[in-house]
């Protein structure tokens, strides 16, 4: 559920009319509804209701500061994947020991900005890591607490290019080799083992292949607590997927998943930590467009609106869906047109849906792409010289930009020329 709803004909963020917002900023813009966030993380909340738990939310889904400082001020954690990540964690009020670290490629500029901080935990992905993060703790004289990420080998069913726990992803160990590599991480003065972690994906809409990895976990915490090790946390990851297309069956809801849990991991007696990202911010978040044409091509009709894949390129980087509507709604009984709704970028995959059905659109009319606020704004770029859109908040009948719209001349300006031209 989410808070974008038509009111007399006209779709809103929460009580403000889009128009109202479109008016005010320009288009295209991204407006994110505090509400829904709200209640995306009070689901997880409940979920996990009577387990010892924090929810760390995958920054990587939507990193702007006000939403960070929004999560904060529910009682979020952070999952972070980068330097830059955990200085925005800070900058937005999160304490260290409510920010968890992953990643397969930590560098030691992050590792030492994280011990220096505050951690809660690194999520450590490989030996060589375990190896450099060991020496970096000890030489600030310190001791970095870890989980190591397993990779389970098991199908989550989801986008290949969002798969990561099949044993030919790059993440995490093979958990068969898991005895072993904990073994190690022991013996290494700077490291203190306290738990297991598991990602297997993302926008997974069957709990199968969750059950299946946390089942292997519960077996591997049993296992390793035999050797000696104390595990006292595990790390179950994000990727509960979302329903991006209302008119298929919708995904498990958190409830389900945290049932799942508790099946596979309650009896352990261990903390336990979820990082969810796209359940909480994508059906938080609209992308907004205005039509710049309506062109009559041969054999179809071409929306051109004025977003293009440099603003929200999961349709073109993973074919992905997602429901487009208009702002105003249709007469009643409208009829309804296929369309091919693209971007104004000199690239055919600049292609957000093909033959589409919508009610007649005009030239100026405002355009919403639903569940855009995960993997949106945080992948977008300057391709085409394109100013990075700006991002509104908004909250009951107030909205404000969280994130302006850069000037040409900044854009232009960060470039500097060699000293001999
Ligand atoms: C991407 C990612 C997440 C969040 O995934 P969602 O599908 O957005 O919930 C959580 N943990 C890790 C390690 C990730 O890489």
């Given at each position: 559920m989410d808070h974008f709803l038509y009111q007399d004909g006209i779709l809103h963020a929460e009580d403000v009319p889009i128009t109202e917002i479109a008016a005010a900023v320009g288009t295209p813009f991204y407006v994110y509804s505090t509400a829904t966030l709200t209640r995306h993380f009070q689901l997880f909340q409940e979920a996990l209701d009577g387990l010892d738990h924090l929810i760390c939310f995958a920054v990587k889904s939507n990193s702007n500061q006000a939403v960070l400082s929004h999560m904060a001020s529910l009682g979020a954690g952070m999952d972070v994947v980068s330097g830059g990540e955990y200085r925005r964690a800070k900058a937005a009020?999160?304490?260290?020991?409510r920010i968890v670290f992953s990643g397969v490629g930590k560098t030691e500029e992050e590792m030492r900005l994280a011990l220096e901080g505050g951690i809660r935990q690194f999520n450590v992905e490989s030996e060589p890591e375990m190896a450099r993060l060991s020496r970096v703790a000890m030489e600030l004289g310190t001791v970095a607490p870890i989980t190591v990420r397993v990779n389970p080998d098991v199908d989550a069913k989801t986008h290949a290019k969002i798969?990561?726990?099949?044993?030919?992803?790059?993440?995490?160990?093979?958990i068969a080799r898991a005895r072993e590599v904990y073994a190690l991480a022991a013996s290494l003065p700077g490291l203190e083992v306290i738990g297991i972690d598991v990602h297997i994906g993302s926008q997974l809409t069957d709990l199968d292949p969750f059950e299946t990895a946390y089942t292997k976990v519960a077996e591997l915490t049993e296992q390793l607590r035999a050797d000696g090790h104390t595990i006292r946390r595990l790390d179950l990851g994000g990727g509960l997927g979302?329903?991006?297309?209302?008119?298929?069956t919708a995904p498990p809801l958190p409830i389900e998943y945290g049932a799942v849990i508790k099946r596979t991991v309650?009896?352990?007696?261990c903390e336990i930590e979820i990082e969810p990202g796209r359940l909480i911010s994508g059906n938080a978040g609209l992308l907004v467009a205005s039509t710049i044409y309506v062109k009559n091509g041969e054999d179809r009709d071409f929306l051109i609106l004025d977003a293009a894949m440099n603003d929200l390129i999961r349709p073109a980087m993973y074919g992905a869906y997602h429901d487009i509507v208009p702002v105003v709604e249709a007469a009643p009984g409208a009829e309804q047109t296929p369309y091919d709704i693209v971007g104004?970028?000199?690239?055919?995959?600049?292609?957000?849906?093909?033959?589409r059905n919508l009610p007649p659109v005009a030239e100026a009319d405002l355009i919403a792409f639903r569940s855009a606020g995960a993997y949106g704004a945080v992948m977008s770029s300057e391709y085409n010289t394109r100013a990075l859109i700006p991002e509104v908040m908004v909250k009951d009948d107030q909205f404000a930009v969280i994130r302006a719209r850069p000037s040409f001349d900044d854009m232009i300006n960060r470039d500097t020329l060699p000293p001999w031209a």
């Open positions: 009020g999160v304490p260290g020991e798969a990561t726990g099949r044993k030919e992803d790059k993440f995490g160990i093979p979302i329903p991006y297309e209302r008119s298929n309650g009896h352990l007696g104004p970028v000199c690239e055919s995959g600049d292609t957000f849906a093909k033959q």
